[in-house]
């Protein structure tokens, strides 16, 4: 299996998440999910891998889910499924898939113990803060 990005190049952390894959010496399949868009069976495969519910994995900050009306505890699985299916940009980022697992990265450092190699140099958010570095 190789390691999979779903990642949206505008959003900070997704950058960030890119950085930490990348500086493990691992050059992963970047997916630009608002790009691609969303099939049904994907994004069940990947919240179950996951172990998210749709409601879990959207994304309310920043997207059109509070005027969809999607914030409403009674909006069913199947409803946030086809709205995320209409507006990809409901889907929380950046999901990475590997070998050792399946996460939605946020925050940034979600994505190290699904790293495959180990860091080969330290890896800094843009704002400068560290995310993680090499193990001595």
């Known amino acids: 299996m190789t390691t999979v990005i779903h990642h949206n190049p505008a959003c900070g ?7 930490v894959i990348r ?8 997916i630009e999910y608002l790009d691609a868009g969303w ?23 920043k997207s059109p889910a509070e005027e969809l009306g999607l914030l409403d505890p009674a909006v069913s699985e ?3 499924l086809d709205a ?5 940009v409901l889907v929380n980022r ?3 898939c590997t070998p050792k697992g399946t996460a939605l990265c946020r925050p940034s450092e979600a994505v190290l113990p699904l790293l495959e190699n180990p860091l080969t140099e330290p890896v800094y958010k843009e704002d ?3 995310i993680a570095e090499p193990a001595p």
């Open 128 to 130: 400068g803060a560290l």
């Open 84 to 88: 995320m299916i209409a507006h990809p």
């Open 23 to 30: 500086a493990s010496g691992t050059d992963p399949i970047v």
């Open 78 to 80: 199947e409803a946030l």
């Open 13 to 19: 952390t997704s950058r960030n998440v890119l950085a």
């Open 39 to 61: 099939t049904r069976p994907q994004l069940q495969a990947l919240f179950a891998a996951a172990g998210l519910t749709a409601r879990e994995a959207l994304r309310t900050s």
């Open 94 to 96: 950046p999901i990475v």
